[in-house]
Every structure is written in structure tokens, then in C-alpha cells.
């Protein structure tokens, strides 16, 4: 009898385990591994991290890149959301382009001279003097030498989206500097780059390198008694008060490039890519067509509420400006080679060609 006990339990276990391995059957291992460029599904929002070491929350770029994000948001469905983290949140200058390179960052939004230490070539975007205007500046980094810089990027495991000139860097200083001897043995603060420096430091000028996260207190410490950025960037980063005169200089572009890491972005699917590049276009579109008139109302109120002098440069210095682009020149070749620098040099003659009358 308790032979027979035993067997019925041992039968209703035997059952009861049949039962529910039918309902939960444990997945057998993978027989192959999953591709690293699998692409996203559909059905699963796509959530992206976009790193700037800039202010650009309380700038007139951050404004038109918060309609920017929120427009890409409504137009996905909210399938795309691309959150944006300033002012070195997520690293410094040269942290933020590599992480994009290794992956560890998804996009960033930085100027080429900060991002020379993963894409080399990047310099050759930021040669002064260069064109006369933002309108040849456009053309030329819209036309064919973008595929040109698309590759440079690319080798670095960069996908290049966006590239554009929208403002000029303007020279702002604590005594009026209007001619080249008002210029010479000024410490002009400069992004960590070696054609900024040397560029500056062919004026007479002396280059103080420091990252943009430092500006403020180089200038309040007196490290330097100048900088030279965007007319914005006075107001946003509260310089007011450490800056008495801005010299109308227009030396250099102030150029914007939006990137993302190449697998992240070859990993989306062919609608996502969509969206990104759409938000990329509408980006560099509207920054091109609005921020002019932003930085007149920056300059205005720099101007009237806090007393700031706004000057013209002679023509003296506005040529020896022009000039110093050549010492640029000349140290790419020395580091890139005359190739790179020559396929550059005859794009740009293009443009500069199909603008004359």
C-alpha cells in the first residue's frame, strides 16, 4: 500500500512539472551572437545623450536647440528623444570627442579646434581669413569638400551630420584695441589648440590657452585680459564686468559641427536616420537664419544695459588679421602635409570664384 502511495506521488509530480515546463519551456542557448549593428526596432523609442562644453542654455543657440529638440520629439512621435547636457557635464573639450569616438557618448555639438586630438583635419576647417563672409563659409562647407571632412570623421569612427558657420569669433578685451599696437602683448585667452595659439601669438598678441569651462576665472584672475568668442558668449558666461570694449574683428567663424559615434548611429534603423539627419538640417538652417539678428540684440543690450564699447578695427589690423591666416597655413602643412591642405585651398578658391559678380 505504501509502494502504491509513493508511486502516485511520484506520478502527480512527474505531471504537474510536464505541465508547466509546456507553459514557460526554457529557451534554449543562441546559436549565433547578436551583430553589434542589429538594428534598433521599431516599436522601441530611441533615447540619445548630446554632450556640449558650451553655455548653451542661457545662449541664443541653446534657445533655437531647445525648439530644435522639442520639434524632432513632435515630428517622431516621440520615437526620438535627444536630451542635451552643457557646460562640461559630461567632460571637457577633448573627453566629449573621444567618447563620441569610443561610444561611450552617443553626439556632441563642438567646434573643430576642439576636436583635433581624435580628427587632425578637423583644423582645416578654422583657417582665418579665409572668405569674406558666413554666406561663402556655408557654401564651401556645404558643397563637395563636406564628403571630403565626412571621411576624415569617419576614420576616427565619427559620423560627421552637421557642419556650419553661423557667427563670427569676436575679439573682447578690458582697454580698447582698435589698432595693432593696441593689440601687441595682449593675453588673449584661446581654446587648447596650437593654430589658435599660434595664430594669435603672430599678432602680437600672447595666447593663453585654458578650456572654455575656466573663461571666467582666467579673466577675473587677470590670467588674461581678453577672449575672443561669439558675441553671446559675453552675456551668457556673465563677463560683463571683467570686459570693457568688444573689437568688431570677425577674425574667424565661430563653426558648429554635430556628430554622433558612427555605430551608434549605422545601428538605427533607416526611419531613425531620418529623424537624425532631419533634426541636423533643421539645426544648422534655423542657427544660420536667426542667429544674426540674435547676436544684434545680444550686442544692443551688451551695449546699453551694461555699458560695453563696441569698435571697429583699423584697417591695419583688420588686414594683419587676414594675414595671420598664412601661419595657419603653414603649420597644417607642416602636420597634415601639403596634399590635405591644397585639395582645401582649391575648394575654398571655388566658392570664392562662383560669389564674385
Same mark, same amino acid.
Given at each position: 500500500?505504501?509502494?502504491?502511495?509513493?508511486?502516485?506521488?511520484?506520478?502527480?509530480?512527474?505531471?504537474?512539472?510536464?505541465?508547466?515546463?509546456?507553459?514557460?519551456?526554457?529557451?534554449?542557448?543562441?546559436?549565433?551572437?547578436?551583430?553589434?549593428e542589429?538594428?534598433?526596432?521599431?516599436?522601441?523609442?530611441?533615447?540619445?545623450?548630446?554632450?556640449?562644453?558650451?553655455?548653451?542654455?542661457?545662449?541664443?543657440?541653446?534657445?533655437i536647440?531647445?525648439?530644435?529638440?522639442?520639434?524632432?520629439?513632435?515630428?517622431?512621435?516621440?520615437?526620438?528623444?535627444?536630451?542635451?547636457?552643457?557646460?562640461?557635464?559630461?567632460?571637457?573639450?577633448?573627453r566629449?570627442?573621444?567618447?563620441?569616438?569610443?561610444?561611450?557618448?552617443?553626439?556632441?555639438?563642438?567646434?573643430?579646434?576642439?576636436?583635433?586630438?581624435?580628427i587632425?583635419?578637423?583644423?582645416?576647417?578654422?583657417?582665418?581669413?579665409?572668405?569674406?563672409s558666413?554666406?561663402?563659409?556655408?557654401?564651401?562647407l556645404?558643397?563637395?569638400?563636406?564628403?571630403?571632412?565626412?571621411?576624415?570623421?569617419s576614420?576616427?569612427?565619427?559620423k560627421? *551630420?552637421?557642419?556650419?558657420?553661423?557667427s563670427?569669433?569676436?575679439?573682447?578685451?578690458?582697454?580698447?584695441?582698435?589698432?595693432?599696437?593696441?593689440?601687441?602683448?595682449?593675453?588673449?585667452?584661446?581654446?587648447?589648440?596650437?593654430?589658435?595659439?599660434?595664430?594669435?601669438?603672430?599678432?602680437?598678441?600672447?595666447?593663453?590657452?585654458?578650456?572654455?569651462?575656466?573663461?571666467?576665472?582666467?579673466?577675473?584672475?587677470?590670467?588674461?585680459?581678453?577672449?575672443?568668442?561669439?558675441?553671446?558668449?559675453?552675456?551668457?558666461?556673465?563677463?560683463?564686468?571683467?570686459?570693457?570694449?568688444?573689437?568688431?574683428?570677425?577674425?574667424?567663424?565661430?563653426?558648429?559641427?554635430?556628430?554622433?559615434?558612427e555605430?551608434?548611429?549605422?545601428?538605427?534603423?533607416?526611419?531613425?536616420?531620418?529623424?537624425?539627419?532631419?533634426?541636423?538640417?533643421?539645426?544648422?538652417?534655423? *542657427?544660420?537664419?536667426?542667429?544674426?539678428?540674435?547676436?544684434?540684440q545680444?550686442?544692443?543690450?551688451?551695449?546699453?544695459?551694461?555699458?560695453?564699447?563696441?569698435v571697429?578695427?583699423?584697417?591695419?589690423?583688420?588686414?594683419?588679421?587676414?594675414?595671420?591666416g598664412?601661419?595657419?597655413?603653414?603649420?597644417?602643412?607642416?602636420?597634415?602635409?601639403?596634399?590635405?591642405v591644397?585639395?582645401?585651398?582649391?575648394e575654398?578658391?571655388?566658392?570664392?570664384?562662383?560669389?564674385?559678380?
Amino acid at each position: 500500500m505504501k509502494r502504491i502511495k509513493r508511486y502516485g506521488i511520484w506520478l502527480l509530480a512527474v505531471l504537474l512539472f510536464t505541465s508547466c515546463a509546456s507553459e514557460n519551456p526554457v529557451s534554449a542557448p543562441p546559436t549565433e551572437a547578436v551583430s553589434k549593428e542589429t538594428k534598433t526596432p521599431e516599436s522601441e523609442a530611441l533615447y540619445l545623450s548630446l554632450a556640449s562644453c558650451g553655455n548653451w542654455t542661457d545662449s541664443p543657440q541653446g534657445i533655437i536647440l531647445a525648439e530644435q529638440l522639442e520639434k524632432l520629439e513632435e515630428q517622431s512621435g516621440g520615437l526620438v528623444k535627444i536630451r542635451s547636457y552643457d557646460r562640461y557635464r559630461l567632460g571637457d573639450d577633448v573627453r566629449v570627442v573621444h567618447g563620441v569616438r569610443l561610444g561611450t557618448l552617443d553626439m556632441i555639438q563642438s567646434v573643430p579646434g576642439s576636436q583635433t586630438s581624435a580628427i587632425p583635419e578637423a583644423a582645416l576647417l578654422e583657417v582665418p581669413g579665409l572668405f569674406d563672409s558666413l554666406d561663402q563659409w556655408n557654401e564651401f562647407l556645404a558643397g563637395p569638400y563636406l564628403d571630403v571632412m565626412r571621411e576624415y570623421y569617419s576614420a576616427a569612427g565619427i559620423k560627421l *551630420l552637421a557642419v556650419f558657420a553661423c557667427s563670427y569669433r569676436e575679439l573682447s578685451s578690458d582697454r580698447e584695441v582698435v589698432t595693432p599696437q593696441d593689440l601687441k602683448g595682449l593675453r588673449v585667452r584661446v581654446i587648447e589648440n596650437a593654430y589658435h595659439e599660434a595664430f594669435w601669438n603672430s599678432l602680437g598678441a600672447q595666447a593663453v590657452p585654458y578650456s572654455f569651462e575656466e573663461l571666467r576665472f582666467c579673466l577675473q584672475e587677470g590670467i588674461a585680459q581678453g577672449q575672443e568668442n561669439p558675441i553671446g558668449t559675453l552675456l551668457a558666461e556673465n563677463l560683463m564686468d571683467l570686459q570693457t570694449t568688444i573689437t568688431i574683428t570677425k577674425h574667424m567663424p565661430m563653426i558648429y559641427v554635430l556628430a554622433m559615434n558612427e555605430d551608434r548611429f549605422e545601428s538605427l534603423t533607416e526611419e531613425q536616420e531620418k529623424f537624425i539627419m532631419g533634426f541636423a538640417d533643421d539645426l544648422r538652417e534655423e *542657427l544660420i537664419r536667426q542667429m544674426p539678428e540674435r547676436e544684434e540684440q545680444v550686442l544692443e543690450t551688451l551695449r546699453n544695459d551694461y555699458g560695453l564699447q563696441v569698435v571697429e578695427p583699423s584697417k591695419e589690423l583688420k588686414e594683419m588679421f587676414r594675414q595671420g591666416g598664412n601661419v595657419v597655413l603653414d603649420l597644417l602643412r607642416k602636420n597634415l602635409g601639403d596634399e590635405k591642405v591644397d585639395e582645401m585651398l582649391a575648394e575654398a578658391e571655388k566658392v570664392r570664384t562662383s560669389s564674385q559678380p
